[in-house]
């Protein structure tokens, strides 16, 4: 039997209809978030929160027709309180600003106002890297004396808890916003301080734009100068909308170096350049192995391809990660290469790259300022 799609779900949709309005939810725009996956339907109806309550029978019988299609197992709808999305502030890559001039701490615009820059890390598809990658990114760049913000957005499969080694609630003191959890000289937030692992992940699909939003409106970040977001994998729309609501000062791709993945990667690359992101490069990540019994290196995916189709594709190559195995050993066990191994050329290479990037971002955000003539 064929699988139930996202299309037949919405022509159901347009049978229930908003008692405030009168109009069906689907034209109304109130449906957000939906994800299908082998017959498991999510999403959310957005309403006004004031009249949250006498929603309730809206969203039972939206529920109650999406599961009584053929194909679909089963149908968890929620409501949401959400605001519309209005134009990302700084997601144009950054504040234009006079040479020389002082840099307002406003990448974040209203939402984030002490953060100076968001960069988003993103990849095509899961498994590349990307955690370990905005891991020791965000390391890297703290090394180099930048106040630094950790913020997982991979509400599917959120490794910070895990990466990070840092376990626990955050904490509340005014009841309404949360203290960010730290370590390593990092802040850091994250669903999976939230939510319990059994929470299915189907159930998290219409969470992801309220979770982020959340995550960075009310939680205490204070100042930082930039703000690392390890993106959920892919490029589907969850990810593009996400990109729009997130006020980005750029992207950062981890690809490994097989084809398929880079493949992946230029879909990441054209769904940030639709949403006018600028992409500061592409990390190759198992660029190849050196194996620690005779030091010979193997190039396990094919070595470059990153870089070669970086070229291609006229973005920049920001550097290349061997598979190591202290990488692995490391990041499993919440102590990161860039911390535990500080000496190691693996956190030099990482350091590295966050240099890199870090010009990225004073460039995209005016942050440099240019040499002063003083005329004497
Ligand atoms: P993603 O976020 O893309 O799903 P992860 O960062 O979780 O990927 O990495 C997947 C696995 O690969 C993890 O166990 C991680 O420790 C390991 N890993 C990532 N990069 C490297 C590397 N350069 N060398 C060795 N292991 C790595």
Redesign the pocket.
């Known amino acids: 039997m064929p699988g139930v799609t996202n299309d037949l779900i919405l022509e159901t949709l347009k049978s229930v209809k908003d008692p405030g309005s009168g109009k069906d939810i689907v034209s109304a725009g109130m449906v957000q978030g939906l994800q299908t996956k082998d017959g498991h339907v999510a999403f959310a109806i957005e309403v006004d929160p004031k009249r949250g309550a006498e929603m309730e029978p809206l969203r039972k019988e939206a529920e109650k027709k999406v599961h009584a299609m053929p194909g679909v197992v089963s149908a968890t709808v929620v409501l949401t309180a959400e605001k519309k999305a209005g134009p990302a502030p700084g997601a144009q890559g950054g504040r234009p600003t006079q040479p020389g001039q002082p840099v307002p701490p406003k990448a974040g615009g209203d939402i984030l106002p002490g953060v100076r820059s968001i960069v988003a890390v993103a ?1 095509g598809k ?8 905005a891991v020791n990114l965000a390391l890297g760049l703290a090394a180099a004396g930048h106040k630094v913000g950790l913020l997982d957005a ?1 509400i599917y ?1 959120p ?1 910070m808890p895990r990466m990070m080694g840092i376990s626990g609630r955050p904490n509340s003191v005014d009841g309404k916003t949360l203290d960010p959890m730290q370590n390593y000289g990092i802040k850091v937030m994250s669903i999976g301080f939230m939510v319990d692992e059994e929470t299915p992940m189907i159930w998290r699909g219409p969470m992801v734009q309220s979770a982020l939003e959340q995550m960075m409106r009310d939680v205490n970040w204070g100042e930082l100068d930039v703000m690392i977001v390890d993106m959920p ?1 892919g490029t589907g729309d969850a990810q593009l909308t996400m990109a729009q609501r997130v006020p980005l000062t750029g992207a950062v791709i ?1 690809s490994t170096p097989q084809d398929i993945a880079l493949l992946d990667a230029r879909k990441g690359l054209n769904m940030f350049r639709k949403v006018d992101v600028p992409v500061f490069g592409i990390i190759e ?2 660029s190849y192995f050196l194996c620690p019994d005779n030091g010979k290196r193997y190039d396990i995916f094919g070595h470059g391809g990153a870089r070669r189709e970086a070229e291609r594709l006229g973005v920049d190559f920001l550097g290349e ?5 202290p ?2 050993e490391h ?2 066990a919440g102590t990161p290469i860039v911390v535990s191994m500080p000496e190691s050329s693996a956190a030099e290479n990482y350091r590295n790259i966050a240099r890199t990037v870090w010009t990225k971002i004073e460039t995209a955000t005016g942050a440099k300022a240019a040499p002063r003539i003083v005329i004497q």
């Not at 899961?126 to 990658?133: A, H, L, N, P």
């Open positions: 990849s899961g498994g590349v890297g990307k955690s370990t990658t991979d499969g490794s994998p981890v990540n198992m990660v061997p598979i190591e195995i990488i692995r990041s499993d």
